[in-house]
């Protein structure tokens, strides 16, 4: 007798595997905010540094003191230091990135398996289901049958 409520054996599995996948959407969600605020960061820096590159040409023009120019390249190279830091830190924000990508990718492919295995058990269900009704009405219509036989039968004699 099939059951007339589908269940399917491993659907804790399958909502574990949601979960861990819900969990791994979140952790790329916020690797990407990491990477895109590292990047900002990194932007603001180099205006910093374009802007700081300017002035540096500007003094040059207008004769300015040495203790100035030397203020303004040590204000540079501190900013150049902090510009490859902030490439670091961008690097590494992007190789989280692409690491909570890999993990959602397995964590998907993971749930989508055991998904697939839900589709097909449940359309095997649905099949049995349906052959179960076709036998149930092709019994009733044999002994619809039958009954009006024997009827007709008892009606001749």
Do not use: C
């Not at 540096?56 to 040590?74: E, K, S």
């Not at 398996?113 to 179960?132: F, M, N, P, S, Y």
């Amino acid at each position: 007798m099939t059951p007339t409520r589908f269940d399917f054996r491993l659907q804790k599995v399958l909502e574990l595997r949601e979960r861990v996948e819900q969990a791994a959407a979140a952790k790329m969600a916020a690797a990407t905010e990491r990477a895109q605020a590292a990047r900002a960061a990194h932007d603001a820096l180099a205006a910093i540094r374009s802007a700081g590159a300017q002035e540096l040409q500007d003094a040059h023009a207008h004769a300015p003191t040495v203790g100035h120019l030397a203020n303004l390249a040590f204000v540079l190279d501190r900013i150049d230091a902090q510009l490859d830091a902030s490439e670091g830190v961008v690097r590494e924000a992007d190789a989280g990135v692409e690491q909570a990508q890999g993990e959602l990718n397995l964590a998907f492919q993971a749930r989508r398996v055991i998904d697939r295995l839900r589709e097909r058990h449940h359309d095997e269900w649905k099949h049995d289901v349906t052959q179960a009704d076709r036998s149930l009405m092709d019994e009733l219509a044999l002994a619809r049958y039958v009954q009006r036989i024997a009827k007709a039968e008892d009606g001749e004699s």
